[in-house]
């Protein structure tokens, strides 16, 4: 079974970056598209960025469009997240994911596995 693990959340100032990394294990990556999600308290999941498995088709939501780079090593079996330009309302706790489909969605029904999630803090 695959597993997913992030890292790379922690307390940032407002105008900085993190790069947020998604950890494979069980399975190759090769075959998985993946996808980054993020949930504030009291908010839904929310769709960030997806990246596809074969041709490495990218997508990102309007709310992180510009600010955000996925990208994937599938040697290493790693997916990241590169934010720049964080706001606090960028504070949520961001998960990786792969879903049943090869597509890239934004809709968290149509993903299976899931990571634990790394707390992300946008703070001065």
């Known amino acids: 079974q695959l597993q997913l693990a992030e890292s790379g959340g922690g307390l940032v100032q407002p105008g900085g970056s993190l790069r947020l990394s998604c950890a494979a294990s069980g399975f190759s990556l090769d075959w998985y598209t993946i996808g980054w999600f993020r949930q504030a308290p009291g908010k839904e999941r929310e769709g960030l960025s997806c990246?596809?498995?074969?041709?490495?088709?990218?997508m990102y939501s309007d709310s992180v469009e510009g600010r955000a780079t996925i990208s994937r090593d599938n040697a290493k079996n790693m997916v990241y997240l590169q934010m720049d330009a964080l706001e606090p309302e960028d504070t949520a706790v961001y998960y990786c994911?792969?879903?049943?489909?090869?597509?890239?969605?934004?809709?968290?029904?149509?993903?299976?596995?899931w990571g634990q999630g790394t707390q992300v803090t946008v703070s001065s």
């Open positions: 994911a792969a879903p049943y489909q090869t597509e890239c969605t934004f809709g968290a029904e149509h993903y299976k596995y």
């Open positions: 990246i596809t498995a074969n041709s490495g088709i990218t």
